[in-house]
């Protein structure tokens, strides 16, 4: 069973910086593709990034690329959203899943995720 439990997210003023963390288990971790997605206000949830098995391979939306970097921590099962340059846009409930290839297609199941608010 996909357990995933995001935290980190805050209340940022435009151009901070903030963290977002995940502990996920349910699946083999260490050999899986991990993502993070969001959901701003009256809008469908979106990706945002996702980073392969090793680490090495990260993909990102247009709109975080140069911002965000996606990382993760397998001996701790952890995925991690390091988030610069935060714009009022970037406001959402942040989450995260494991991705399955080759679709890019998440898990159905999905954590209660973290909110991000960013405003002056």
């Known amino acids: 069973q996909v357990q995933l439990a995001e935290s980190g997210g805050a209340l940022v003023q435009p151009g901070e910086s903030l963290t977002l963390s995940c502990a996920a288990s349910g699946r083999t971790f260490s050999t899986s593709f991990m993502g993070w997605f969001r959901q701003a206000p009256g809008s469908e949830r979106e990706w945002v990034a996702r980073i392969g098995w090793s680490g090495i391979a990260k993909d990102y939306a247009d709109s975080v690329k140069g911002r965000f970097t996606i990382s993760r921590d397998n001996a701790k099962n952890m995925v991690y959203l390091t988030m610069n340059a935060l714009i009022p846009q970037d406001t959402g409930v942040y989450y995260c899943?494991?991705?399955?290839?080759?679709?890019?297609?998440?898990?159905?199941?999905w954590g209660r995720g973290t909110q991000v608010t960013v405003s002056s």
């Open positions: 899943n494991f991705i399955y290839f080759p679709n890019w297609q998440p898990d159905d199941s």
